[in-house]
């Protein structure tokens, strides 16, 4: 019996090796050997020597103007970005979560900007931004107002960046949000009905607290895809004008392939890591005392 | 025996095709028009060197990353590479890029025809040769000669300023123009009414390359990079400060989003009609001739950058940013052959490739300039040649790019600083000595008595053939 269990364990071992020896070579070694750069000072621009120089790089992090110019750009993303995607995604799957004619083809339709490339969408929102003749200045002419400097304005830039990834992700929290929705069964509906809740009172006291679930889970994927927002940074307006609407993605991807630091960029990475994960747990907390028993 | 035999005889052939097929060279450049004489030239190419080139396109602003990672990481991706003058350097430092004196002898790239800049600073390192020219980059002044000889703006202009309107030739007079053709939609220009607003100038906006516009007025002032003896950086100099004062002035009479323009949306805004006057590198004169990209086919002047008067003469000086060299990866899987094909585009073929709206280089050699009849697209001989010598004016007073290890991240902290107080969220004083620090602090990452060395050396390279 002994005998067998230790075969069994041989083979157990070498059908799960290949995983293990993959992981460790694409995940957890680069994991390592990134964070042990990110106390070297290691700028390759000379093929400059690697000097071990212990919490140095984080040290600068803190006096780094244009890092926290980047986090703030960041987090305006998240405030503004995804709680617009949130209250418009939201709102927009209410609607399509009743039956008529033609849903289908609605939905699909609104999955379109998703599911746009990436590029393709900044492409598109450089033109709408245009300054003398996108259509959203001619627009806003046609109703009597003034043309908005959408990209050459430090103040209107990073909103600008704003609005493109609203309109291209707020159809996630649609689709996630209505499939959340649907999973709520009638019974329910009617029980508070029958109850005598008026709309708010069911949208509140059972709609709600059954979709809080979905409902974190979609946060916490845009809040995480958003922090790490880069390709429409580069299309629209490259940072600028300046460093007016850098995100920290974008200002990382300049410390290490532009500038070339290695060990600077290794450690704004680690600290972003520690930022992204500090905002997910305070969110799961804060949700998870509020559970629906 | 038979199996064998026949065996035999297919490795044979395969082994002959093989050999026989030829060598793939992989070419890597900024993508859009400046690699199209690689992919015109292909066939030619291949029948004359017995080479299949792959040409892989990245966008302009891209280029210094993509080609160092693969130099850094020893891939060997690239066999020929188009290089940007102010990365040369710290490539060939490296030892990423494959010298060329030993092939020079076999096949002279004719260098004696190149104009100084390009021959001496934009292909050498340390006294060797690590690249043959393909594109002559300076920034020189376009303006609408239509608009400049309408004898009703002329007129207003007199009475606002109390001169000639004429092509500026100082940064003053350059406001002064730019200030009086800035028109709202509604108001008249030339006779007309206008459709759209009119904007008295642009620059390039975008914070790789700002430097360039704001460094034709610091050095124009005298404004040199850094001290020679000490590398203080001397950006934030008294010329440095003037200059970035005399930009913020400019802006005024600029379109709202020019923070946001690059080559494309600067070419755009005059080509379309929009904009009195530009200071742009010398493809926008052809392109300007040219009606399937321009709207003011033959109403296009061209002229020296403006400067400042001293002892009653103009001193100007032309930024001579970018430009475009050809050079061999160290790496590469056949050097000659691959000197071969950058010869032929350097030599052979570079009068058609500047010469043409279709690509974006520019005139580097003796030869461009010695034949006007060349430049198709303009309406006639004289027109080419007044282009031709409105870009070489320029090219004489010539201010040399950076070509040290760091340039590129010399120019972009200096552009990002020169936004901030175009922005109004620096002063200029306060701008330019942020710029100042982050110089110093790059000098210290790439090593000071380096920097300091080559740089003592660029300067008496520059001097000796009079750029500096």
Known sequence: ?293 | MRKFLLFLLAFVLLASVAYASPVKLVVVGDAGHNLKPFEWYAKDLKEKFDVELEVIGVPFGELYEKEKVELIAGTGAFDIMIVYPKFLAEFAANGWLYPLDEFVAKLDPKLDDVTPGYRDFYCKYGGKLYALPYDGDVLSLYYRKDLLENEEERKAFKEKYGYDLKVPETWDEYLDVAEFFTRKAGEKLAGEVLQRDFYGTAYYGQKDQIFAWWGNIFASLGGVYFDEETMEPAINSEAGVKALEIMKEIHKYCPPDVLAYGYEELKDVFLNGDCFMVIQWPCVGKKGADPAQSKIVGKIGVSHVPGVKKDGEIYYRAMMPCGRVLAIAAQSKDPWKAYQVIHYLSVVTSLDDVSTPETGLDPYRYSHFAHPEAYEMFANVEDAKIYLAGVQKNMEKGYPEMVLPGTVEYEETLGVALTRALTGELDPKSALDEAAQAWRDILERFGKEQQKALYQELVKGWRAVGLW
């Open chain 1, 1 to 293: 019996m002994g005998g067998l269990r230790k075969r069994d364990w041989w083979i157990a071992f070498f059908f799960v090796l290949p995983v293990v020896v993959i992981l460790l070579a694409i995940s957890i070694f680069p994991m390592m050997y990134s964070f042990y750069l990110s106390l070297c000072k290691w700028d390759i621009g000379m093929g400059g020597q690697r000097t071990f120089i212990g919490a140095g790089n984080y040290l600068r992090l803190f006096s780094d103007a244009r890092f926290f110019n980047s986090l703030k750009n960041t987090g305006r993303v998240l405030l503004f970005g995804v709680g617009a995607q949130f209250a418009l995604g939201l709102s927009l799957a209410l609607l399509l979560n009743r039956s008529f004619r033609g849903r289908s083809l609605v939905v699909t339709l609104f999955l379109l900007p998703m599911m746009i490339s990436p590029v393709v969408v900044g492409c598109i929102w450089k033109i709408i931004y245009h300054y003398q003749y996108g259509p959203l200045n001619y627009l806003l002419n046609r109703f009597g107002f003034r043309s908005v400097n959408w990209l050459g304005s430090s103040n209107v830039s990073p909103y600008s960046i704003v609005l493109a990834d609203i309109w291209e992700w707020t159809p996630f929290m649609v689709i996630t949000l209505l499939a959340g929705l649907q999973a709520i069964p009638d019974d329910l509906y009617e029980a508070a009905r029958v109850d005598g809740a008026n709309r708010w009172q069911i949208f509140s006291g059972v709609v709600f607290p059954l979709l809080r679930p979905v409902v974190v889970i979609a946060i916490l994927i845009r809040v995480m895809d958003a922090f790490k927002i880069f390709d429409l940074v580069v299309l629209l307006t490259m940072g600028g004008p300046g460093q007016a609407s850098e995100s920290v993605a974008f200002y990382n991807y300049l410390t290490g392939f532009k500038y070339f630091s290695m060990g600077y960029a290794s450690a704004m990475s680690y600290v972003q890591l520690a930022v992204i994960v500090a905002i997910a747990n305070v969110f799961l907390r804060s949700f998870r005392g509020r559970e629906v028993v």
